[in-house]
């Protein structure tokens, strides 16, 4: 096995990557440019998912070592209305995706979600626990893996949980626009996972493309948190600590989708390759908190 972090003749050295307006992909870039590689970010604008043959051209025509789709659905109530918009891109997207990386000979990286779990186990799930997704959004997520494993083998698959950084309308840059706007907050106790920054992830899924070991990973912060917890926290480290959160449960917010109630994952396979764990989310957040002060 290729060292983690040891880029050699045969890294690869040049990334499409689709959903580069939204937060994972605006970090994917950042990192990746950074790094000297070629990057051709595209937003939703520049390229659909879902145009298999806006997919194909724009993938023939860059030609990149490697697509590392950032694309999907976030809004998790908005997939359990309109189900059909939900898998033309959680899965349909994916599948256009890898025929196009299948054509030219490139790697694909596909990011998935927690969410394809049903929340339902005590402890953390790993890549030996089967999937049972209780919401739209998390069945066509899992039908996107499935989709990327049937039509290209191998790939990468990265799942991950609660993803924040600055930028976008995760929860984490929310807190702080809702906090401007003055309006009444309210944090879920009873849902826990572990928060992911954003940036952390993206540098990790470099790591991972520059090793060559393909697979399903899970690639989460460390130490498992609520919403309330986070928020309470991020804005003690914000200095705004007289901001009132009101603790409730997710059921009082009377969603669309049901969440998985605790869906804090483990990696076996970062375990095997012997990847050293990503820094707790604690100590991200206080990354994030002053580069989202530092922006307002
Ligand atoms: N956010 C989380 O908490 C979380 C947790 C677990 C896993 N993930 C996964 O992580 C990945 C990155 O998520 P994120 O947090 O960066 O979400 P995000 O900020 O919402 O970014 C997703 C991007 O995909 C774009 N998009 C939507 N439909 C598209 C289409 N048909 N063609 C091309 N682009 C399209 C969106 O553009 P528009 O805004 O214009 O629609 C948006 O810019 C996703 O696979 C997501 O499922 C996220």
New binding site residues.
Partial sequence: MKAFNQADSTTPKSALI??A?????ACMSEHLRAANWRVIPC??QQ????DEEAVRRSVLEARPDVVIN?????DVDRCERDVEWAYA?NEK?VRYLARACRATHAELVH?????VFDGSKAGFYTQADAPNPLSVYGQS?LAGEGAAQEELEPTYLIR????FGVG???FGSRLFAYVRAGAKLKGVIDQTSIATY?PDLAARIAEIIGSGEHGLYHITNTGVTSWYDFAIYALELAGMSEVVIEPCNRADLNQTAPRPHHSAMRCLLSEKLGLAPLRHWRDAAVDFVREQLAKN
């Fill in positions: 689709t959903g307006g939204g937060l994972l992909g937003n939703h390229l659909d998912i879902t950032c694309a999907a659905t976030a891109v997207g990011v998935s979600t927690d969410y997520k991950t949980s609660w993803v976008g309308k995760n954003a």
